[in-house]
């Protein structure tokens, strides 16, 4: 079992930045990648950005070269650090961890989601 908790998200104004925090749980080693995902009103949840064990990253083409994602091993916490921020960026942000038992297989962990709101 793996447990994620966000925090970071809020209001700001088009071209600010925001950075979202992702906090892991539970059967950490598990876990061989994570990401970021965003869902805004009426559409349908996305893949933003996803870093591997081995941190390999990718993105998204409509964040590239405005989010970086990164990880913190120590602390168990995978970041999206967000600039230029546009009012196409507003949906609820969740972090994703997929892990990897014998016993249980493959598994897709979610956070509870946090808002983003950019205002034009």
């Known amino acids: 079992q793996v447990q994620l908790v966000e925090s970071g998200g809020g209001l700001v104004q088009a071209g600010g930045s925001l950075r979202l925090s992702c906090v892991a749980s539970g059967i950490i080693s598990s876990i061989n990648a994570m990401g970021w995902y965003r869902q805004a009103p009426g559409k349908q949840r996305e893949l933003v950005a996803g870093i591997t064990s081995g941190s390999n990253t990718n993105y998204d083409d409509s964040v590239k070269g405005r989010f970086t994602i990164s990880r913190d091993n120590a602390k168990n916490t995978v970041y999206l650090q967000m600039n230029s921020l546009k009012p196409e960026d507003t949906a609820v942000y969740y972090c994703?961890?997929?892990?990897?038992?014998?016993?249980?297989?493959?598994?897709?962990?979610w956070g509870q989601g946090t808002w983003v709101t950019v205002s034009s």
């Open positions: 994703n961890a997929k892990s990897f038992l014998p016993a249980i297989g493959r598994r897709d962990y």
